[in-house]
Structure formats: structure tokens, C-alpha cells
């Protein structure tokens, strides 16, 4: 099985900073790779698909790139509003497989 | 509004059963492939089982042979036949959609979770 490998584990920043998140496959996965935000108490959401694409809704200050086997969730300035944990999801084979998170907060 | 509602969580003991469902509303579930997903703190996100709008199913090693997953079109419904429980299957379980038809898939919309707990 595919394991997916994210960095940091917790991430402390500014409002208004540039935020990026490492999600690492084991394996290559070409672009089948999506990014989820899950608030305390809430269920995920959808934020990039096939690694770059913008799910319909999500603000434009978050972006995804990478391919293969690493790939980057930028946050381009961080809003109060974005206080969350981010997990990234393979869908290149079965089990799709999630990241462990990384815990985003505002210093 | 687009939605999943999970039902029928609970508690249940060791080597028992439970039967999770899924309604779907504001949207017709019988083009979608549609997964059970279940969290829990120390193992995180962990894609549990999938069937395909033609019915087609895919299990994860850790509950194949023990739960059976199945959809009703015509009640817009999932459901997550469980026996055989053990205590590592404790967690909120989601329902979730497959964005496009892919197999497998992003997924873009989640129920609000079902928690799951086995003990004795």
C-alpha cells in the first residue's frame, strides 16, 4: 500500500503569512492527489483535487502543486478563519490512503 | 442543500454487529460511487470500503470479510453491514462521495459522522 507522509506536524504562523504544508508518497502517484481541511468538530472538506485544482467554492489563497511523489498545500496568506488540520488523500490506487495531518494555528 | 446523513451508530461489544446507513439529499446518489471513511485520534483518516454506482465493492484489508457494504437507489441510501466488531474498529465512521468517476476518487462531500464504539 501507498503511505503519504506530511510535514509539519503542527504549524504555528502569523495572519497574513505564507503557509505551506509537505505531503510525501511512498510511491509515485502522478497528480492523484487531493487536500482536505477539517475543522474542529467538523467533518473534512474538499479543497484541491488531481493536486492542483481548485474545488469549487474554496478561496483563491489556497493553492496545491507537485506530482509524483511530493506535493505542497500553500496557503498564501493565513486568515483566523483557516485555523484547522490538513490532511492529504492518494487516490492513485487502492487503499486510498490519508496523510497523519498537520495542525495549523495563528501565533 | 447537498448532503449525507449517517445513521444507526452506537455502542456495541466485542464480536458484535451494527448496521450503518446513509441518506443522501439534494442530490440522486445512483450516478455517484459512494465510501465509508472512519477517524479516530490515534489512526487518523482511514478509508474503510467503496461501491460503485454499478454496484462494484473494494474493502480494506483490516474488514474484508467482516463488513459488507450495499446501496438502495431507490431510497437514495448506503448502507455498512459491521459484524464481527472489535474494539480497533471504535471510530466516527463518514459517508463520502466520490467527486468524478474515478475508482479510486477525491471525495467532495462528507456526512457529519456516526461514532462507532466497541467495548465491553
Known amino acids: 500500500d501507498i503511505q503519504m507522509t506530511q510535514s509539519p506536524s503542527t504549524l504555528s504562523a502569523s495572519v497574513g503569512d505564507r503557509v505551506t504544508i509537505t505531503c510525501r508518497a511512498s510511491?509515485?502517484?502522478?497528480?492523484?492527489l487531493a487536500w482536505y481541511q477539517q475543522e474542529p468538530g467538523k467533518a473534512p472538506k474538499l479543497l484541491i483535487y488531481?493536486?492542483?485544482s481548485l474545488e469549487i467554492g474554496v478561496p483563491l489563497r489556497f493553492s496545491g502543486s507537485g506530482s509524483g511523489t511530493e506535493f505542497t498545500l500553500t496557503i498564501s496568506s493565513l486568515q483566523p478563519d483557516d485555523v484547522a488540520t490538513y490532511y492529504c488523500?492518494?487516490?492513485?490506487?487502492?487503499?486510498?490512503?490519508f496523510g497523519q495531518g498537520t495542525k495549523v494555528e495563528i501565533k | 442543500e447537498v448532503q449525507l446523513v449517517e445513521s444507526g451508530g452506537g455502542l456495541v461489544q466485542p464480536g458484535g454487529s451494527l448496521t450503518l446507513s446513509c441518506a443522501a439529499s439534494?442530490?440522486?446518489?445512483?450516478?455517484?460511487?459512494i465510501n465509508w471513511v472512519r477517524q479516530t485520534p490515534g489512526r487518523g483518516l482511514e478509508w474503510v470500503s467503496y461501491?460503485?454506482?454499478?454496484?462494484?465493492?473494494y474493502y480494506a484489508d483490516s474488514v474484508k470479510g467482516r463488513f459488507t457494504i450495499s446501496r438502495d437507489n431507490a431510497k437514495n441510501s448506503l448502507f455498512l453491514q459491521m459484524n464481527s466488531l472489535r474494539v480497533e474498529d471504535t471510530a466516527v465512521y463518514y459517508c463520502?462521495?466520490?467527486?468524478?468517476?474515478?475508482?479510486?476518487?477525491?471525495?467532495?462531500?462528507w456526512g457529519q459522522g456516526t461514532m462507532v464504539t466497541v467495548s465491553s
Open positions: 463520502v462521495r466520490g467527486r468524478d468517476d474515478y475508482s479510486p476518487d477525491a471525495f467532495d462531500i
Open positions: 439534494g442530490f440522486s446518489l445512483s450516478p455517484y460511487n
Open positions: 461501491i460503485s454506482r454499478t454496484s462494484i465493492t
Open positions: 510511491q509515485s502517484i502522478n497528480s492523484w
Open positions: 488531481k493536486a492542483s
Open positions: 488523500q492518494q487516490y492513485n490506487s487502492y487503499s486510498p490512503a
